[in-house]
C-alpha cells in the first residue's frame, strides 16, 4: 500500500509542470479545453405535441448530436423541461437523464409523466403549455446547452389525487407544508374511495390556506376564485371571516369546496343530566379532537350533534356505523357511503371523559371513567333555592339530584345560594362559577356543569335569562342552563325550508324575548329552540295571540314584506306563551 501511494505523489510531482494534482483540476486547468454545444435537436423548435390520454405510455424522444470535448473528456446529458422563455432552468418541470449512464444521444419520457409534470406545474388540462426544452451536455466542471421552443397540449381530463393536505398560515400547522394536516378520503356507496375529502380542524380569519397533493413540492395545489365554493387548481388563497373550528369538504369531481363553522359538538341522549331534552357540549383540543368531561346519569343511546352558524340544529349528527366498536359517521353521508348507523349506546353510569376524534385516520369515539373528579357529597333529604337570601322554592329531589320545578327568571347581579333547611340556617353548598358564564351564549339550550363543594357563598348571576338548575350530589354537581327562542322563517309553498333564515330573539327580563326582523308576506314561521321548544300559533293568521309548545301551526300572518317588531313571553315552564308582530 505504501509503495502505491509514493508511486501517485510521484506521479503528481512531476505533472505539476502541466497541470495541478488538486481535486478540483484533476485533468487539465480549466479553460485549456472546450465543451461544444449538443447540435440537432429534436422535436424541432416550436413543435407540438399532442398528449394523448388514451395511450398513456407512449413514449416522447429526444435527440441529439453529440457534444465535443476537446480534450476527449468523457460527456453526460440530461434534458430539462421548463417554462417558455426560461434559459436558466434552474427548477425545471420535469428532468431527464438518458441512457447509459448519462452517455446516450436520447432520452424519453410516456406522455402520461409528462402530462403529471405539467398538472403539478399548474397548467391546466385539455389547454396548450407552451414551453422550453434544452439538452444540458456536461462534462468535468464545464456545462452547455443548446434549447428549443416546444408546447404540449395535455390530456383532456386533469389528474385527481388519491390524497389531500391543508397547510397555510390559517391552519393548525402555521404554514410548514412538511407537516401539512391530512384530509380523510371519503367511501362512496359501494364502500370504494370517493373523489370526496374532509377535515375538521381550527382555522384563524386573517389569515390563509390552500389544499395539496402532498407535504411537500411538487404538488398539485388548490385554492379559490372570486366565486365562493369553487375549487381552483393553482388558485387564490382561502380565508374565512371568524376564527373558529370547522369541517372542510373537497369535491375533487366537481371541483367545489364548503366551510362549516361548528360552534361546538355536544353530546345528546339518554346518559347525560335531562337526557335528550338536554345536551353536554364538548370543547376543541386540537388536532380534530373535541373532548370534555360529563356527568352520565343513566344507560341508554347518545349521539354527537354540531350546533353550527346556519342554525341547522339536528342536520349534523354523528351516530355509531353499526357493527362497528366506536367508529362513527355523519347521519346525512351513511347512505352516500355505504354504511347503517345508530345511536352510540352507554351501559355505563359515573363521570365519564367522552372524545370524539374526528382527525383523518380516526372518525372513533372514546368514553372512559374520569378518577380525578370531586368526591361525592352526601345526599341531604331536602335542598332550598334562594334567590337575594329569600327562599323562593324547595327542589324536587329525585334519588341523588335536586330539580327546581320551572325555569326561573333571574337578572344579572342577583345572588343564588342552596340550603338544607327553608331559613337558611341548615348546611349550605356553592360553586366557583357564575350562573350565566359562558363562550356560547347564542346556542339554542346553553347548559353548563360546575363543580359544588359544601360550604357558604353566594353564586353570582352574570347574565338575564330564565333559568333551570339540577344539583347532582353524587357527582357533586350543579348544572344550570337556559333557552334562547329563534324565529325560524321560510317559504313552505316553494318548499324552501332549507334556505329558511333563523333570528335570534334577545332575552327581556322576565320571561320575554324581542328583536325586529325582515319578514316576507305569505311565509311560514314558528318560534323555536330547536327543538326543545316549537311554539305553534293558535290563530295563524293573526297578528298577536297566543300559542303552545309542540301545538298550533305555523305562523302566516305576515301579508306585507317589511320590517316588523316580533315580541313573545312565555310561561315559566315553556308551555304556552303569547305573541304581538308590529310592523315599523
Given at each position: ?49 399532442n398528449l394523448n390520454e388514451s395511450t398513456p405510455n407512449e413514449d416522447i424522444i429526444f435527440n441529439w ?273 355505504g354504511v347503517s348507523f345508530e345511536d352510540i349506546p352507554s351501559e355505563e353510569t359515573g363521570k365519564m ?226 305573541y304581538q308582530f308590529v310592523q315599523q
Amino acid at each position: 500500500m505504501k509503495k502505491l501511494l509514493k508511486y501517485i505523489a510521484l506521479v503528481c510531482i512531476v505533472a505539476t509542470a502541466l497541470i495541478s494534482c488538486s481535486t478540483e483540476n484533476n485533468l487539465q486547468p480549466e479553460g485549456l479545453w472546450e465543451l461544444s454545444k449538443p447540435s440537432n435537436i429534436t422535436p424541432n423548435d416550436g413543435t407540438l405535441i399532442n398528449l394523448n390520454e388514451s395511450t398513456p405510455n407512449e413514449d416522447i424522444i429526444f435527440n441529439w448530436d453529440a457534444a465535443e470535448s476537446s480534450a476527449g473528456y468523457i460527456v453526460t446529458y440530461q434534458v430539462v423541461i421548463d417554462t417558455a422563455g426560461t434559459e436558466a432552468f434552474d427548477t425545471p418541470l420535469l428532468v431527464l437523464v438518458s441512457g447509459n449512464g448519462g452517455r446516450a444521444l436520447s432520452a424519453s419520457v410516456t406522455h402520461e409523466v409528462m402530462d403529471e409534470a405539467l398538472s403539478l406545474g399548474g397548467y391546466p388540462a385539455n389547454e396548450n403549455a407552451e414551453l422550453s426544452w434544452a439538452v444540458v451536455a456536461s462534462s468535468i466542471n464545464k456545462k452547455t446547452n443548446t434549447i428549443n421552443s416546444i408546447t404540449m397540449n395535455r390530456f383532456e381530463n386533469e389528474i385527481i389525487p388519491e390524497k389531500l393536505f391543508i397547510s397555510g398560515t390559517a391552519t393548525e400547522n402555521n404554514g410548514n407544508l412538511s407537516e401539512a394536516i391530512a384530509l380523510r378520503r371519503l367511501n362512496n356507496a359501494e364502500g370504494n374511495a370517493s373523489n370526496i375529502h374532509e377535515i375538521y380542524t381550527s382555522l384563524t380569519a386573517g389569515n390563509s390556506f390552500k389544499l395539496y397533493s402532498e407535504q411537500s413540492l411538487p404538488a398539485l395545489i388548490y385554492g379559490g376564485n372570486s366565486e365562493e365554493g369553487e375549487l381552483v387548481k393553482s388558485g387564490a388563497p382561502i380565508t374565512v371571516p371568524e376564527d373558529g373550528q370547522y369541517r372542510i369538504k373537497v369535491d375533487l369531481d366537481n371541483n367545489t369546496y364548503s366551510l362549516l363553522k361548528i360552534e361546538r359538538w355536544n353530546v345528546k341522549g339518554s346518559p347525560i343530566i335531562g337526557g335528550w331534552g338536554s345536551d353536554e357540549p364538548l370543547e376543541y383540543v386540537g388536532g380534530g379532537i373535541w373532548q370534555a368531561t360529563m356527568d352520565f346519569v343513566e344507560t341508554g343511546g347518545f349521539l354527537f350533534r354540531a350546533d353550527v352558524n346556519n342554525g341547522g340544529y339536528w342536520d349534523y349528527l354523528l351516530k355509531r356505523v353499526v357493527g362497528t366498536p366506536n367508529t362513527v359517521i355523519m347521519e346525512s353521508d351513511a347512505a352516500n357511503q355505504g354504511v347503517s348507523f345508530e345511536d352510540i349506546p352507554s351501559e355505563e353510569t359515573g363521570k365519564m371523559i367522552v372524545t370524539l376524534n374526528l382527525s383523518a385516520d380516526a372518525y372513533t369515539y372514546t368514553i372512559e371513567k374520569d378518577q380525578s373528579g370531586p368526591d361525592p357529597i352526601e345526599t341531604p333529604d331536602t335542598l332550598f333555592l334562594f334567590v337575594n337570601d329569600n327562599m323562593v322554592e324547595e327542589m324536587t329531589k329525585d334519588g341523588d339530584v335536586f330539580n327546581n320545578s320551572n325555569y326561573l327568571a333571574l337578572q344579572n347581579g342577583d345572588n343564588i345560594s342552596l340550603n338544607t333547611a327553608s331559613d337558611g340556617n341548615g348546611k349550605s353548598y356553592t360553586i366557583l362559577t357564575n350562573i350565566g358564564a359562558t363562550d356560547t351564549p347564542d346556542v339554542s339550550r346553553v347548559m353548563v356543569n360546575s363543580n359544588m363543594s359544601e360550604g357558604t357563598g353566594n353564586i353570582t348571576v352574570e347574565r338575564d335569562q330564565a333559568y333551570g338548575f339540577s344539583i347532582d350530589f353524587a357527582n357533586a354537581k350543579l348544572q344550570w342552563d337556559y333557552y334562547n327562542i329563534f324565529l325560524f322563517h321560510w317559504d313552505e309553498i316553494n318548499q324552501k325550508w332549507d334556505d329558511r333564515n333563523e333570528y335570534l330573539l334577545t332575552y327581556e327580563h322576565p320571561y320575554q324575548f324581542s328583536g325586529t326582523v325582515a319578514l316576507s308576506a305569505n311565509f311560514d314561521m314558528k318560534f323555536f329552540s330547536p327543538w326543545d321548544n316549537d311554539f305553534g300559533a293558535d290563530d295563524p293568521a293573526a297578528l298577536s295571540g297566543g300559542m303552545t309548545n309542540k301545538g298550533g301551526t305555523n305562523f302566516r300572518n305576515i301579508t306585507n314584506d317589511g320590517d316588523y317588531l316580533v315580541r313573545i313571553e312565555v310561561t315559566n315552564d315553556y308551555s304556552t306563551g303569547t305573541y304581538q308582530f308590529v310592523q315599523q
